[in-house]
């Protein structure tokens, strides 16, 4: 079992670039989630998704969009990078959102993108 | 507004016990997460607890306290690779989890 795994494991973009970046998850999660990490903040969410069909606005969501079409992938596309989006992107998911033990969140490894 | 404050670094030694405190005020709450973050890696579930006490799991604690907005994760017989950063998180309302910077655990021989 995979587990979540994410695609690309780092990349470097020009400006401007449409970039998607890929997350996919093989535990039948409801729930999931895209944070961006940079150094010295904690995660800060970008979009989140409660189940196949439906996507909200974290708390940083602007130059990001996403799409839920099935239960098992959560990509999230950068439509014209900029480089303030240069950080580390981690995909998460989680059973449910019933605010309980089913609410943990498991991370895939994360794709370091660096925006010139 | 919803805000977590935990130290920033902390340095322990090896066989020693530590205790990572964390303070939160959340809109709302349904439990709170420890996670340690290993440097370059993802993330990963240590504990949860919602109600007040301590939870314990092997070498790792965790204690909450509901009324005083406050936990904290204990670590014993600390071993080398237990130098990571260690991410406080509670749930609010909205079953979204508002993190910390965390904090950066320091392990000496």
């Known amino acids: 079992i995979a587990g979540i795994t994410q695609a690309p494991t780092s990349q470097i973009l020009a400006a401007g670039r449409r970039m998607t970046l890929r997350c996919t998850q093989d535990?039948?999660?409801?729930?999931m989630y895209w944070y961006r990490q940079d150094l010295g903040l904690g995660l800060r969410l970008i979009h989140y998704?409660?189940?196949?069909?439906?996507?909200g606005k974290g708390e940083v969501p602007d130059g990001y969009s996403v799409s839920r079409a099935n239960t098992d992938d959560f990509p999230l596309t950068l439509a014209s990078a900029v480089p303030s989006q240069t950080s580390v992107y981690f995909c998460?998911?989680?059973?449910?959102?019933?605010?309980?033990?089913?609410?943990?969140?498991?991370f895939g490894p994360g794709t370091r993108l660096t925006v010139l | 507004g919803q805000n977590i404050d935990q130290p920033t670094e902390m340095t322990a030694t090896e066989g020693a016990i530590v205790q990572i405190n964390c303070t939160y005020q959340t809109s709302g709450f349904n439990g709170l997460f420890w996670y340690q973050q290993h440097a370059g890696e993802a993330p990963t579930f240590l504990s949860y607890n919602v109600l007040d006490g301590l939870e314990e799991k092997g070498r790792f604690s965790s204690f909450l306290s509901r009324s005083k907005g406050y936990s904290y994760l204990l670590l014993k017989e600390l071993q080398m690779k237990d130098s990571a950063s260690y991410l406080c998180?509670?749930?609010?309302?909205?079953?979204?989890?508002?993190w910390g910077a965390g904090t950066k655990l320091i392990i000496k021989p």
């Open positions: 535990m039948r999660h409801n729930a």
């Open positions: 998460a998911s989680s059973d449910s959102i019933a605010g309980g033990p089913t609410d943990t969140q498991y």
């Open positions: 998180a509670p749930l609010d309302s909205n079953y979204q989890l508002i």
């Open positions: 998704s409660n189940t196949a069909g439906t996507t």
